[in-house]
């Protein structure tokens, strides 16, 4: 056993049993709401805060068309509309417990609204 940590002190010591590095995507942060939208990738720039019990929700001119990220503690309907609060293009159910560090590319991009998941 003495050579054994003999041998590894100076291994770890020199780097060459190395830990893994950490991934790209960022771990999603705490969301003190239903749902926390940021603007900016692996949830960063402003955030928007919703609760179910804001119903059916223009995300505001910084976000709409603009999501970078997200984090879902609760059922929602992420919403991308024609003309009207109701004239909906595409919906997306995000469940509990859902969440991207880049969601731009995905819906993010396009959506503008945040309605309560029985909507979807």
């Known amino acids: 056993m003495r050579v054994l940590s003999m041998i590894a002190a100076p291994a ?3 780097g060459l049993l190395a830990v893994p590095a950490a991934t790209a995507q960022a771990a999603a942060p705490a969301c003190h709401a239903h749902v926390c939208l940021w603007t900016g990738a692996n949830y960063t720039g402003a955030v928007y805060t919703w609760w179910e019990a804001n119903g059916n929700r223009f995300i505001g001119g ?5 999501v970078g990220s997200f ?4 059922g929602a309907c992420f919403v991308d509309t ?3 609060e109701w004239t909906w293009r595409a919906k997306r ?3 509990r417990g859902d969440y991207s560090s880049n969601y731009r590319g ?3 991009g396009v959506m503008d609204r945040i ?3 029985r909507y979807c």
């Open 71 to 74: 984090v879902a503690t609760s």
């Open 82 to 84: 024609a003309d009207t």
């Open 12 to 14: 770890l010591a020199a």
């Open 106 to 108: 995905r819906f993010g």
């Open 62 to 66: 910084t976000h709409a068309d603009n």
């Open 93 to 95: 159910l995000a469940s």
């Open 115 to 117: 309605a309560p998941a």
